[in-house]
């Protein structure tokens, strides 16, 4: 079934999900959350896509909420409330626990709800024009979700910071708390995530690249003891994979691996 909100493409290994609802600064709604979730599963089942990135069509990367969306909540019974914010919440634990490497490619503004969208991807490159933020305390709502992710991303006081005020930032401001990865000039957005996309491509093992993400998941959850103790039982399991076969013997023989 076509997608009305949401495109995807694979080039090279790499998978691109572009949000293309550019006339309403593609903001989220329920449809739009749902084409996200099914073009995941997508890139999660193809064998050839090796990283994701996460794009947007237009001039703002993503504004949160749909205003329209955002009107009808107001008539949501509590259970209608709570069923959708597990989605959302899917959605964000969906790009999270992702097992390949995802890149947000961010252009304008990333705002509230899009604000999240980015963070809890593995890595953001920004434009130097980018802003972001956490406004919903101005209208008496909450950055419930996202809050879960962006404490660890960030650390409490950082995003206590902005939470609390709801003030956006610039791009070198993100950079600066740890929200961004990596600055460039507009005109260079695209080649500079394709260009990394391909350094982990070529450089790295699918099979680590997965088992690292897992285990930063759920480390978090764990004490020190149940945490080395899965650290072992993954480090133990490593050494038997193929990639790990595969990359002891041709650095033993001094082959360049080939990922």
Known sequence: MAQAYVSRKTINRIGYLTLKRPDKKNAL?????????????????????????????????C???????????????????LEDSHLLRSLFEKIYRFPKV?????????????????????????????????????IGFLPALVMVFLK???????????????????????????????????????????AFAQKLIHENSGESLASIKKMLALLPGKSLDEGLRYAAEMNARARNTDDCKKGIAAFLNKQKIQW
């Not at 329920?30 to 990135?53: P, R, T, W, Y």
């Not at 504004?63 to 509590?78: C, I, N, P, R, V």
């Open 63 to 81: 504004s949160g909420a749909d205003l329209g969306y955002l009107e009808q909540l107001k008539d949501f019974s509590y259970e209608e409330n």
């Open 102 to 138: 995802v890149i947000a490619q961010v252009h304008g503004a990333a705002i509230a709800g899009g604000c999240g969208l980015a963070n809890v991807c593995d890595f953001v490159f920004a434009t130097d024009n980018s802003e972001f933020g956490f406004p919903e305390v101005k």
């Open 29 to 61: 709604n329920g449809q739009m959350v749902n084409e996200i979730h099914q073009s995941l599963d997508h890139f999660e089942k193809e064998d050839a896509v090796k990283v994701l990135v996460i794009r947007a069509a237009g001039d703002v990367f």
């Open 152 to 194: 660890e991303k960030i650390g409490t006081a950082k995003a206590r910071q902005l939470l609390l005020t709801g003030d956006m930032i610039n791009a070198e401001e993100a950079l600066k708390m740890g929200m961004v990865f990596r600055v460039v000039e507009k005109k260079a957005l695209e080649g500079e995530v394709k």
